[in-house]
């Protein structure tokens, strides 16, 4: 055996140390904030489920349901989601202009910031529109 073999032998692999490296970096921060944010997001398209299920099983299943929703903790989970929601969806559209293609106009590439200011404003007119039609303009 060589003296090579016998030396390869006795090696660990690397092992980056998990100590909160990305504290250290206010990108990394953010980027692990949006993450958690999607477990939000995730738990109340549960609550919304539950609500759907309840609503399929008659009416007084849906009232009983939407009664709940109307409790100090429904209503308290219902504040710190729509808080995370909208940073969550700030966030997404801060990072839009990075993740598409470069968008040029008159020969001119489109800054960050107009891009997500067409982005954020596209989706409050979306929004403008569906609450017009939900409150009965759409008759």
């Not at 904030?33 to 995730?42: F, G, K, P, S, Y």
């Not at 219902?78 to 940073?87: Q, R, S």
């Amino acid at each position: 055996m060589s003296a090579e073999t016998r030396t390869m032998g006795k090696r660990r692999p690397y092992r980056r140390a998990m100590d909160g490296w990305w504290t250290r970096n206010p990108f990394f921060v953010r980027y692990m904030i949006r993450e958690w944010t999607a477990v939000l997001v995730a738990a109340y398209a549960l609550v919304l489920l539950v609500g759907a299920v309840r609503l399929a099983q008659g009416e007084a299943a849906y009232s009983a349901w939407f009664e709940s929703m109307k409790s100090p903790f429904a209503l308290a989970f219902h504040w710190v989601t729509l808080a995370v929601f909208l940073y969550h969806t700030w966030s997404w559209f801060e990072i839009m202009p990075r993740t598409m293609p470069a968008i040029f106009v008159g020969g001119k590439r489109l800054a960050r910031g107009v891009i997500t200011a067409a982005g954020i404003a596209a989706a409050l007119a979306c929004c403008a529109i569906v609450l017009a039609l939900a409150l009965g303009g759409g008759r």
